[in-house]
């Protein structure tokens, strides 16, 4: 991501106003960067909050008291089915798909569901040396 310095910035809403507020033309045609988008969102950052500079003071704010309850709600649902996946968990609980990866990564958790792989049983031995042996017999008869 490209951080533009405040004068930077002012340039840019500078051109989109000479550029009567299109932003392809006010995207300075001869760099590379800002792109369009770039362009727009810093117009309407400025217009939303007034200044340039992102808002952080609210940042490390306390989650609310229904996101604690959603993280609890998604944590029973992931205890008592470990398979399920995040989507239809989040379309359970009524939450965004993010909360539950959020929560899951918070938590040590991994989202991804458990998959049962065939072993080898010390009872499979005999079958799998016949086997090989038959294969190395048809291989040497087969050989010129």
Known sequence: MVIFFNSERVDMVMLYGVAEGNARLASFPNDAIPCVRTCTSVVQHLRDLGIFKPQTYDRD????????????????????????????????????????????????????????????????????????????????????
């Open 61 to 144: 704010r306390e989650r609310t008291e229904r996101i604690l309850q959603s993280e609890e709600q998604i944590l029973e649902h992931a205890e008592e089915e470990p398979n399920i996946s995040t989507r239809r968990l989040a379309a359970e609980v009524g939450v965004s798909q993010f909360l539950v990866h959020r929560t899951f990564q918070e938590q040590g958790l991994h989202p991804y569901n458990i998959e049962k792989v065939q072993a080898l049983e010390p009872s499979d031995l005999p079958c799998r040396v016949s086997n090989l042996l038959r294969m190395v017999v048809t291989a040497m008869s087969s050989t010129p």
